[in-house]
């Protein structure tokens, strides 16, 4: 079965602190994907990628990094994190961009 | 410019009742639909697809959803629902050339008894 994994599960962290968030997919899958759930917005693309070094802006990409540094591998930076981007986190994968998508199992970025 | 709407946030129906969930789309290209359902405190996962042919798809569980390009809409369906389908249930979309998928904002689904 396709296996989506996301490390921490759980974090804090202050105004202003450096974040990255981990994911590593296990699919053989070309695309991968950072999402933020918010109550009343969904699911909201925050970049994409479509191959190891390649990084594409989604639609809600200000105040994020992220990096694929290799196929299995996508990071996400939240470099000056703000209290705006306390949020549920999902990374996910794809074969292209128009199949299914794997989900990982989430991340909850608290900052205060 | 693809959107997709789900004009329902919250949907409360009583369990064996059905249940209709309502999805509207705007897309340039030709659409590829899908239903992922979240149920609480975990990821998403993928109910149905529709890429072509036969408007009406099965998934799983017991779902089905039907394509209308007149209507651009791809309501989901389920003609009895158990408590167990309470959950988050997500309509998305991607044109058959997109690059990435478009998720509408959500319907909260409560069975009661």
């Known amino acids: 079965e396709a296996a989506v994994t996301q490390s921490p599960r759980n974090k804090v962290t202050v105004t202003g602190g450096n974040v990255t968030l981990s994911c590593r997919q296990t699919?053989?899958?070309?695309?991968m994907y950072w999402y933020r759930q918010d109550t009343g917005h969904g699911l909201r693309l925050i970049h994409y990628?479509?191959?190891?070094?390649?990084?594409q802006i989604g639609d809600v990409p200000d105040g994020y990094k992220a990096t694929r540094t290799t196929q299995e591998d996508f990071f996400l930076l939240l470099e000056l994190a703000s209290p705006s981007q306390t949020s549920l986190y999902f990374c996910?994968?794809?074969?292209?961009?128009?199949?299914?998508?794997?989900f990982g199992k989430g991340t909850r970025l608290t900052v205060v | 410019a693809q959107s997709v709407t789900q004009p329902d946030a919250r949907v409360t129906v009583s369990e064996g009742a059905s249940l209709q969930l309502r999805c509207k789309y705007s897309?340039?290209?030709?659409?590829?639909l899908f239903w992922y359902v979240q149920y609480p405190r975990q990821g998403l996962q993928l109910l149905l697809k529709?890429?072509?042919?036969?408007?009406v798809v099965q998934g799983v569980n017991g779902f089905e959803a039907e394509f209308s390009k007149s209507n651009s809409s791809f309501h989901l369906r389920k003609a009895s629902v158990h408590w167990s389908d309470s959950a988050v249930y997500f309509c998305?979309?991607?044109?058959?050339?997109?690059?990435?998928?478009?998720f509408g904002t959500g319907t909260k689904l409560q069975v009661v008894p």
């Open positions: 897309s340039s290209g030709t659409p590829y």
């Open positions: 996910a994968s794809s074969d292209r961009g128009n199949t299914e998508v794997f």
């Open positions: 699919n053989s899958h070309n695309y």
């Open positions: 998305v979309l991607s044109a058959n050339s997109g690059t990435y998928q478009r």
């Open positions: 529709y890429y072509s042919g036969d408007p």
């Open positions: 990628s479509y191959g190891a070094g390649n990084l």
